[in-house]
């Protein structure tokens, strides 16, 4: 059973430089913080035990039942979400009922394979079941949808493509929520494999206060490069997002999560801090990522 214990990080008032295995980070920090940590070395019958599986038409409360005797194999070839089963925070309301805090996060993964994988941010509860539009929704994602109108969220390199948008997958009286951050290998030659079969590793990093979303992507084992393959402005507070947001992975087929996804690491801002702390999921957590109160980041279909 994943390791499940409470944690609090104190960040204090001045600049931290945080080692995230061979990458290390600057964070610039405003006051104190509190983070929840979740980490995923693989997705298996164990540590998918508090990660839910969900698709159009059903959704499994422990997706660890996906790799039983009985395992409905239909279920891992269809288009779906493998998302963690509590939400973490994503903004809260000030005295006016608007935005006053935003949360930050930074999530990191392995991508092996060639089929595209999504990670999401989508709302505190889950898209509707049996959707005529389905998963992928209405309409694709157009740069149309950025804040300011012009601003691209697309960009490729020779290991991977990067798409940035909305989750269409609530129906069109809700056709963009949350952020989809869609990573699809390319042709280059990566350890692991040549063409899109070898592994990518993936950064994808919100900072709140710039409201400022950047991807990286490098060859697996490689540390994160200086520069973002994609960098582009953008904020989810507010008309798009719950205050707390259910968070994880789509593909066309679960099984593209569950067999191509590795080492994933999700460190995010605890708004609440009530309970005194916030709290490290997942199994054998190495994330030591420490973050202010910043932002926070998603993918799509």
Same mark, same amino acid.
């Given at each position: 059973?994943? &390791?499940?214990?409470?944690?609090? &990080?104190?960040?204090?008032?001045?600049?931290?430089?945080?080692?995230?295995?061979?990458? %290390?980070?600057?964070?610039?920090?405003?006051?104190?913080?509190?983070?929840?940590?979740?980490?995923?070395?693989?997705? #298996?019958?164990?540590?998918?035990?508090?990660?839910?599986?969900?698709? $159009?038409?059903?959704?499994?409360?422990?997706?660890?039942?996906?790799?039983?005797? #009985?395992?409905?194999?239909?279920?891992?070839?269809?288009?779906?979400?493998?998302?963690?089963?509590?939400? @973490?925070?994503?903004?809260?309301?000030?005295?006016?009922?608007?935005?006053?805090?935003?949360?930050?996060?930074?999530?990191?993964?392995?991508?092996?394979?060639?089929?595209?994988?999504?990670?999401?941010?989508?709302?505190?509860?889950?898209? /509707?079941?049996?959707?005529?539009?389905?998963? +992928?929704?209405?309409? $694709?994602?157009?740069?149309?949808?950025?804040?300011?109108?012009?601003?691209?969220? $697309? %960009?490729?390199?020779?290991?991977?493509?990067?798409?940035?948008?909305?989750?269409?997958?609530?129906?069109?009286?809700?056709? %963009?929520?949350?952020?989809?951050?869609?990573?699809?290998?390319?042709?280059?030659?990566? /350890?692991?494999?040549?063409?899109?079969?070898?592994?990518?590793? @993936?950064?994808?990093?919100?900072?709140?206060?710039?409201?400022?979303?950047?991807?990286?992507?490098?060859?697996?084992?490689?540390? &994160?490069?200086?520069?973002?393959?994609?960098?582009? +402005?953008?904020?989810?507070?507010? &008309?798009?997002?719950?205050?707390? %947001?259910?968070?994880?992975?789509?593909?066309?087929?679960?099984?593209?999560?569950?067999?191509?996804? +590795? #080492?994933? $690491?999700?460190?995010?801002?605890?708004?609440?801090?009530?309970?005194?702390?916030?709290?490290?999921?997942?199994?054998?957590?190495?994330?030591?990522?420490?973050?202010?109160?910043?932002?926070?980041?998603?993918?799509?279909?």
């Amino acid at each position: 059973m994943p &390791r499940s214990d409470r944690m609090t &990080r104190l960040v204090p008032q001045q600049l931290l430089v945080v080692v995230v295995g061979a990458a %290390a980070i600057t964070v610039a920090t405003a006051s104190a913080a509190h983070v929840d940590s979740f980490s995923y070395p693989t997705f #298996d019958a164990t540590t998918t035990q508090d990660l839910v599986a969900a698709t $159009n038409t059903s959704i499994l409360t422990s997706a660890s039942l996906l790799f039983g005797h #009985d395992a409905d194999f239909n279920f891992n070839r269809t288009e779906g979400f493998i998302l963690l089963s509590r939400t @973490v925070d994503v903004w809260r309301a000030g005295p006016g009922g608007g935005p006053a805090r935003e949360a930050s996060f930074n999530t990191s993964f392995a991508l092996s394979g060639a089929a595209p994988v999504a990670y999401v941010v989508l709302r505190d509860s889950y898209p /509707p079941l049996h959707g005529t539009g389905g998963l +992928r929704g209405f309409a $694709n994602y157009s740069a149309s949808d950025a804040e300011d109108g012009a601003t691209p969220r $697309n %960009a490729s390199s020779g290991l991977a493509s990067v798409e940035a948008g909305p989750v269409r997958s609530y129906g069109p009286d809700d056709p %963009a929520i949350g952020l989809n951050v869609t990573v699809t290998p390319t042709g280059g030659t990566a /350890p692991g494999g040549g063409g899109g079969g070898g592994a990518r590793a @993936v950064w994808i990093e919100y900072d709140a206060a710039k409201h400022r979303l950047s991807v990286y992507v490098a060859a697996a084992g490689e540390p &994160r490069p200086a520069a973002a393959l994609l960098d582009a +402005r953008l904020g989810l507070a507010g &008309r798009r997002t719950t205050e707390t %947001a259910m968070v994880g992975f789509f593909a066309s087929a679960i099984q593209d999560v569950l067999v191509g996804v +590795r #080492d994933w $690491n999700l460190t995010v801002d605890r708004l609440d801090t009530s309970e005194g702390g916030g709290r490290k999921e997942g199994a054998a957590c190495w994330v030591f990522v420490l973050l202010a109160v910043l932002g926070s980041v998603a993918a799509t279909a």
